[in-house]
Each structure stands twice: as structure tokens, then as C-alpha cells.
């Protein structure tokens, strides 16, 4: 199985990385046998804090039948993301993952790229909450039902509150394309929920 993450300027790297260390667990531990792709629309990436990051590939050069997921981490609209995350090319990916109905885990405010597209709305989904859920309320304009909770999945997709998130979302993803015990097998090993039986 292949994950495509997309990457977009200013993009926050906690909510990257917890992509790759799950998938990373999930395969060399587990035989979860997920590779992940980032891609971007540079061959280097710059993230909010000044880290840089090598894409696999560009997006120019996506073939949506090569994945079985998408996920994109969120970032700072201060520093940018939105120029990436809203670009054209960035919205018809989004739309056709959706219309094959396969995985699309977003995080944080990456979550307003999935609304931009069109594929969210009329559909649960969330986006950072504090600062008095004033996110949530521009997101919400988009047509949304906007569910006040740490992670919503509404059919193939899956979006998120802020970066504290990354890790469940993506579990969540795991799930999705494996099944709950492969993923609670990982969970365990990675040290979250303990007490998973």
C-alpha cells in the first residue's frame, strides 16, 4: 500500500512526521507493508519552523491510481500554507481521491484545503478548536457540520483538531487500510493506550 503526503509550504512538521513514524512502525514491526511518498510541489520543502524536507515526488507528477491514501498535515496560514494548500492542483487531487472514495486524513487547518475542494461539504468533520472555536466557525462557512471533537471521520475522511492530534489521525488512517487490530498492535508498541487488550 502507498501513501501520498502531501506537503504544502509552511507545513507543520510534528503533524508530518507522525505519518511517517506509524506507517514506519506498522511496516517494519508489523508487516503493515505501507510505504509513504511525500510530495510537494518543490523537490525541497520548507516547513513553518525553517525544516526542510526532500518530496519523492512533485506534484505535477501524481497518478492518483498509484495511492491507496492521502493524507496532508496542517501549517501556519501566516507563513504561507494556504498558497500551496489551495492551489488548484492541490484542490483536484483532493477531489480525486475522494471520488474514489479512498483514505483522505487531514490535520489541524488542512482541513480548510479538503473544504476548498468541495469534498467536505455537507459533512461532519473539525478543525482547531481554541481560541474560542473561531477556526471552526470559518470553516463551518464552507458548508460544514462542524462536530467539536478531537478527530471526526466521516466516511473516507478523516480531519482534526490541531498538532496534538497527528498521532491518532494517523492510527486512524492505519485502520483504515488495514483493520483496528493491526493498528491497536501498533498503538501498543508505539506506547500509546496501554491497556489495549
Same mark, same amino acid.
Given at each position: 500500500m502507498k501513501i501520498l503526503l502531501l506537503c504544502a509550504k509552511a507545513f507543520e512538521t510534528l503533524e508530518f512526521s507522525a505519518f511517517v513514524d506509524v506507517m514506519g512502525w506498522a511496516t517494519e514491526d508489523y508487516q503493515g507493508n505501507i510505504s509513504v511518498d511525500m510530495c510537494g510541489f518543490q523537490k525541497i520543502v520548507m516547513s513553518t519552523f525553517g525544516v526542510s524536507v526532500i518530496a519523492d515526488v512533485l506534484i505535477d507528477d501524481i497518478n492518483v491510481e498509484d495511492y491507496d491514501a492521502l493524507a496532508i498535515p496542517g501549517g501556519f496560514r501566516e507563513f504561507g500554507f494556504n498558497e500551496e494548500a489551495f492551489d488548484a492542483r492541490t484542490l483536484d487531487l483532493i477531489k480525486k481521491f475522494d471520488y474514489y472514495e479512498k483514505p483522505i486524513a487531514s490535520v489541524c487547518v488542512a482541513a480548510f484545503a479538503l473544504a476548498e475542494s468541495g469534498v467536505l461539504k455537507g459533512r461532519n468533520a473539525t478543525t482547531y478548536h481554541l481560541d474560542n472555536g473561531k477556526t471552526q466557525?470559518?470553516?463551518?462557512?464552507?458548508?460544514?457540520?462542524?462536530?467539536?471533537? #478531537?478527530? @471526526?471521520?466521516? $466516511?473516507?475522511?478523516?480531519?482534526?483538531?490541531?498538532? *496534538?492530534?497527528? #498521532?491518532? @489521525?494517523?492510527? $486512524?488512517?492505519?485502520?483504515?487500510?488495514?483493520?483496528? *487490530?493491526?493498528?491497536?498492535? @501498533?498503538?501498543?508498541?508505539?506506547?500509546?493506550?496501554?491497556?489495549?487488550?
Open positions: 466557525s470559518e470553516l463551518a462557512q464552507y458548508g460544514i457540520n462542524i462536530i467539536n471533537e #478531537p478527530v @471526526v471521520i466521516d $466516511k473516507n475522511i478523516i480531519t482534526s483538531y490541531c498538532p *496534538e492530534t497527528a #498521532p491518532e @489521525v494517523a492510527f $486512524k488512517l492505519l485502520e483504515m487500510l488495514t483493520n483496528t *487490530e493491526k493498528m491497536q498492535q @501498533v498503538k501498543r508498541a508505539m506506547g500509546y493506550n496501554q491497556n489495549i487488550e
